[in-house]
């Protein structure tokens, strides 16, 4: 085999590799603040939104609305700095079990454009959520 046959063929190859590993790897995460803003989602038991405070590490706003039906409604607001977001971007807001007998717990995806968990509300309901953050 001639060198530049050689040459070409490993060419090839490093430019697949590298395509293959741009594809495969999803990028970096997001940075927190990439989190900031206000979110609004929705479940079996009703919608709900949340506020990440502007470094995105914490949620300083939460509000669930069950679906019709039911009168609970609850808006929550944290004024000592928020619930913490851990830097994987998980988050449990445990007060509000204490408090309102709501237990609200979830993650944000690596990018930053959606977040996912459960919750579970005073009537009972209980389910799966997810949301975006609104533009």
Do not use: H
Not at 22 to 30: D, K, N, S, T, V
Not at 42 to 50: D, I
Not at 56 to 69: A, D, M, P, Q, Y
Not at 104 to 112: K, L
């Amino acid at each position: 085999m001639s060198s530049r046959k050689l040459l070409q063929q490993m060419f090839g190859l490093t430019l697949v590799a590298l395509l293959l590993a741009a594809c495969a790897g999803g990028g970096e995460p997001a940075l927190p603040e990439a989190r900031a803003g206000e979110w609004r989602g929705s479940a079996k038991c009703g919608k709900l939104a949340f506020v990440v405070n502007p470094d995105g590490k914490s949620i300083s706003r939460v509000e669930f609305t069950e679906l019709e039906g039911t009168s609970n409604s609850q808006s929550v607001e944290n004024l000592s700095g928020g619930w913490p977001i851990a830097d994987d971007g998980k988050f449990a807001l445990d007060t509000l079990q204490l408090l309102y007998n709501i237990t609200f717990r979830g993650e944000f995806s690596q990018d930053a454009t959606r977040a996912t968990g459960t919750w579970e509300m005073p009537s009972g309901c209980s389910s799966k959520w997810e949301a975006t953050k609104s533009q």
